[in-house]
């Protein structure tokens, strides 16, 4: 629904936008971000059975710690109708700012909160209240941040411009992970009473530091264009599910990639240093931190192949090989070897999975006109997202009392890469559309050419 009777038809190409400022503002906010939604997930692996949950019941424990994790994943669908909405509506920038210092405060209070033994089931409730603002924040963060940049960028590098989203996302998990390497390898005494916290407290520079970077950042021209044409969507959600709902849908379907970066991310990194393996805390960190550090090469690398050959190929790159590397991943750990583990580790998720996760944001964002692109965007991935957030959850109960059924996981795990490579594979091709044209029917799109053409005599 539009205040304009084509809405779908910008009257002209949007002012000049400012690609390179607005990737800066997308990486370093998106790093800063996500280092407090990622050091949750070490926690919820490492720490949290024995700080949060019932010590007597270690199994018990670190099933429901898993849960917590997927809790923030089920608020994000939320979080995305409501952020989407305001950031059609109001704008990119503003959403940046909010959703970075709800993210930061929620973050500092986790690491404020009393333990278990202090106050028994209080503890993990208020747990999960915190979890679920981040997922709140989360939900937002990503979708505002790569309409900004898609916004900025030039027509045909909008895939590097892009990409600098997700590399801020793996800085920020590369980050956390750095910060709990000397924290996880502290004693148990100190590691579970307040070593853990300091992560978690460290958040309070995250966000003001956010805070002072976003503030100055401009609104995009494409957005502006919109608002000055009185094109704005009155209610955008109302409008993708009349205009837009396949495309939603396959948004959805494809996110569902993201269980191979929850699995590597949490429940490998429980598997590995359990009974049933025994590697080492800090060896698994260092092999997260890697993978996380060849990804930030490896991802604006895939993106600007896909400004060249096209997304779809790339995507579907991502998708069917990380497929078949998480049988291999999973496997090395099984083996017990820290050097195969290592290199898998590396293949998996710094080189494979980062085809897919560098494409997404041009991918998707290209799917929606201008009017709707935060919403689109925000909505499908978090749908995607928060299923990928539980599969941690049924992969330990696919594992097995023992924990040890790494074969059921990677199963599990590569039968959503192949729903993610079949929504890919029928969508449209976008990389070479202008920008003006994203989203729009054969026809909207004619029209607005020719009203390019017309403004620029």
Same mark, same amino acid.
């Given at each position: 629904?539009?205040?304009?009777?084509?809405?779908?038809?910008?009257?002209?190409?949007?002012?000049?936008?400012?690609?390179?400022?607005?990737?800066?503002?997308?990486?370093?906010?998106?790093?800063?971000?996500?280092?407090?939604?990622?050091?949750?997930?070490?926690?919820?692996?490492?720490?949290?059975?024995?700080?949060?949950?019932?010590?007597?019941?270690?199994?018990?424990?670190?099933?429901?710690?898993?849960?917590?994790?997927?809790?923030?994943?089920?608020?994000?669908?939320?979080?995305?109708?409501?952020?989407?909405?305001?950031?059609?509506?109001?704008?990119?920038?503003?959403?940046?700012?909010?959703?970075?210092?709800?993210?930061?405060?929620?973050?500092?209070?986790?690491?404020?909160?009393p333990t278990y033994a202090q106050v028994g089931t209080v503890a993990?409730?208020?747990?999960?209240?915190?979890?679920?603002?981040?997922?709140?924040?989360?939900?937002?963060?990503?979708? %505002? &941040? #790569? +309409?900004?940049? *898609?916004?900025?960028? $030039?027509?045909?590098? /909008?895939?590097?411009?892009?990409?600098?989203?997700?590399?801020?996302?793996?800085?920020?998990?590369?980050?956390?992970?750095?910060?709990?390497?000397?924290?996880?390898?502290?004693?148990?005494?100190?590691?579970?009473?307040?070593?853990?916290?300091?992560?978690?407290?460290?958040?309070?520079?995250?966000?003001?530091?956010?805070?002072?970077?976003?503030?100055?950042?401009?609104?995009?021209?494409?957005?502006?264009?919109?608002?000055?044409?009185?094109?704005?969507?009155?209610?955008?959600?109302?409008?993708?599910?009349?205009?837009?709902?396949?495309?939603?849908?396959?948004?959805?379907?494809?996110?569902?990639?993201?269980?191979?970066?929850?699995?590597?991310?949490?429940?490998?990194?429980?598997?590995?240093?359990?009974?049933a393996v025994g590697l080492d805390k800090t060896g698994m960190l260092?092999?997260?931190? %890697? &993978? #996380? +550090?060849?990804? *930030?090469?490896?991802? $604006?690398?895939?993106? /600007?192949?896909?400004?060249?050959?096209?997304?779809?190929?790339?995507?579907?790159?991502?998708?069917?090989?990380?497929?078949?590397?998480?049988?291999?991943?999973?496997?090395?750990?099984?083996?017990?070897?820290?050097?195969?583990?290592?290199?898998?580790?590396?293949?998996?998720?710094?080189?494979?999975?980062?085809?897919?996760?560098?494409?997404?944001?041009?991918?998707?964002?290209?799917?929606?006109?201008?009017?709707?692109?935060?919403?689109?965007?925000?909505?499908?991935?978090?749908?995607?997202?928060?299923?990928?957030?539980?599969?941690?959850?049924?992969?330990?109960?696919?594992?097995?009392?023992?924990?040890?059924?790494?074969?059921?996981?990677?199963?599990?795990?590569?039968?959503?890469?192949?729903?993610?490579?079949?929504?890919?594979?029928?969508?449209?091709?976008?990389?070479?559309?202008?920008?003006?044209?994203?989203?729009?029917?054969?026809?909207?799109?004619?029209?607005?050419?020719?009203?390019?053409?017309?403004?620029?005599?």
């Open positions: 629904m539009s205040a304009h009777p084509h809405a779908d038809q910008p009257s002209a190409a949007p002012s000049q936008g400012r690609p390179r400022k607005a990737a800066f503002a997308a990486w370093i906010g998106s790093a800063l971000e996500y280092y407090d939604f990622f050091i949750y997930g070490s926690a919820a692996a490492l720490v949290f059975p024995k700080v949060f949950f019932d010590p007597d019941d270690p199994a018990t424990a670190t099933l429901i710690s898993m849960a917590t994790f997927g809790v923030a994943y089920a608020a994000r669908p939320l979080g995305a109708l409501v952020l989407g909405h305001f950031g059609d509506r109001l704008g990119r920038r503003k959403i940046m700012v909010w959703t970075l210092v709800l993210m930061g405060l929620s973050t500092f209070l986790i690491g404020c909160l993990p409730v208020l747990l999960v209240l915190m979890r679920v603002f981040q997922g709140l924040s989360a939900a937002g963060e990503q979708a %505002s &941040a #790569n +309409a900004m940049t *898609l916004e900025h960028a $030039p027509e045909h590098r /909008r895939g590097y411009y892009t990409s600098f989203t997700l590399n801020g996302t793996q800085a920020g998990q590369l980050l956390a992970t750095l910060v709990f390497l000397p924290v996880a390898a502290l004693p148990d005494e100190q590691l579970y009473t307040w070593g853990w916290r300091i992560p978690f407290l460290l958040s309070a520079l995250v966000a003001v530091a956010g805070y002072v970077i976003r503030r100055t950042l401009e609104e995009t021209p494409v957005f502006r264009q919109v608002s000055a044409d009185q094109e704005v969507a009155r209610m955008p959600l109302a409008d993708l599910v009349r205009n837009h709902w396949a495309d939603v849908l396959r948004v959805v379907a494809a996110a569902l990639i993201a269980t191979v970066s929850t699995i590597f991310s949490v429940w490998a990194l429980s598997y590995a240093t359990s009974d260092w092999v997260a931190g %890697s &993978a #996380n +550090a060849v990804a *930030l090469l490896a991802i $604006p690398l895939w993106a /600007r192949l896909s400004d060249r050959i096209g997304r779809k190929p790339v995507f579907l790159i991502g998708a069917l090989g990380s497929g078949v590397m998480i049988f291999v991943y999973l496997w090395a750990i099984s083996t017990g070897s820290y050097p195969l583990v290592f290199v898998t580790g590396l293949l998996l998720f710094g080189v494979v999975y980062s085809a897919a996760n560098g494409i997404w944001p041009s991918f998707y964002g290209e799917m929606f006109p201008a009017r709707v692109r935060l919403s689109g965007m925000a909505i499908g991935t978090q749908i995607g997202f928060a299923v990928a957030g539980f599969a941690v959850t049924f992969a330990a109960q696919i594992a097995g009392p023992d924990g040890d059924n790494w074969l059921g996981v990677a199963i599990f795990t590569a039968a959503f890469c192949a729903i993610c490579a079949i929504a890919v594979a029928t969508g449209r091709e976008t990389h070479r559309v202008p920008t003006a044209d994203l989203g729009l029917r054969a026809g909207d799109a004619k029209a607005s050419a020719t009203a390019r053409e017309a403004a620029a005599l």
